[in-house]
């Protein structure tokens, strides 16, 4: 069995615990503290606001403990607003949150019209069969570092990326009924 935490102080953090459920041999686990952290195998940051979310990871005293612990070689997933919390630069001088993937990404870099939208697109790594993609006011991947693999790229954008045991996404498998990037996220994990 397999423990995966879903970081829940603010977001998406239901729908992918459901998802995670849906998984033979696995274990979901909100994370709220040092505690549950420390029992994850694995563990996914799901969208929301990425300020909100790197406000509340310090206030709850997280910040620093989910840094190390993914510096360690824990596998990681951030979705959306969680991508940015995963990124070293993000446009616009903003500060970084935990700033351990070696990526620049660009918040909200959907604007106006195409704010939020689906699509879908087959991604070679996760299946053969296209996924259901959906953004909502997602940013996109800017530039990547030498080690970050891209795993899909949309209209010139690459919008999911791995590097070692770190996965980030700009869309929200969780938003869907296909539990097939999950499954992919969780076939990561030793
Ligand atoms: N726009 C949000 C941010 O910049 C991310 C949106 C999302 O997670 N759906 O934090």
């Known amino acids: 069995?397999?423990?995966?935490?879903v970081l829940a102080l603010q977001g998406s953090f239901r729908e992918h615990l459901r998802q995670l459920a849906k998984?033979?041999?696995i274990l979901p686990c909100p994370v709220k503290t040092t505690r549950d952290l420390a029992q994850v195998d694995g563990i996914?940051?799901?969208g929301g606001e990425s300020t909100a979310q790197g406000k509340l990871l310090r206030?709850?005293?997280?910040?620093?403990?989910l840094r190390t612990r993914i510096q360690q070689g824990l596998p990681i997933w951030g979705t959306c607003a969680g991508l940015i919390l995963l990124a070293k630069r993000i446009t616009d001088h903003e500060p970084a949150h935990l700033g351990v993937m070696d990526i620049?990404?660009?918040r909200n870099?959907?604007?106006?019209?195409?704010?939020?939208f689906s699509t879908s697109t087959v991604l070679p790594a996760v299946s053969p069969e296209p996924l259901p993609l959906v953004f909502i006011r997602a940013p996109w991947i800017e530039s990547i570092?030498?080690?970050v693999e891209p795993l899909a790229v949309q209209d010139g954008r690459i919008i999911a990326a791995k590097e070692r045991h770190m996965i980030a996404t700009s869309f929200h498998p969780e938003l869907t009924d296909d539990p097939r990037?999950?499954?992919?996220?969780?076939?990561?994990?030793?």
């Open 1 to 5: 069995m397999k423990t995966v935490g």
């Open 23 to 25: 998984l033979d041999g």
């Open 44 to 46: 996914i940051l799901p």
């Open 59 to 65: 206030d709850f005293g997280l910040l620093e403990p």
């Open 104 to 106: 620049t990404v660009r």
């Open 109 to 116: 870099a959907y604007g106006g019209q195409l704010d939020s």
């Open 145 to 147: 570092g030498e080690n």
């Open 181 to 190: 990037f999950h499954a992919y996220f969780v076939g990561q994990i030793a």
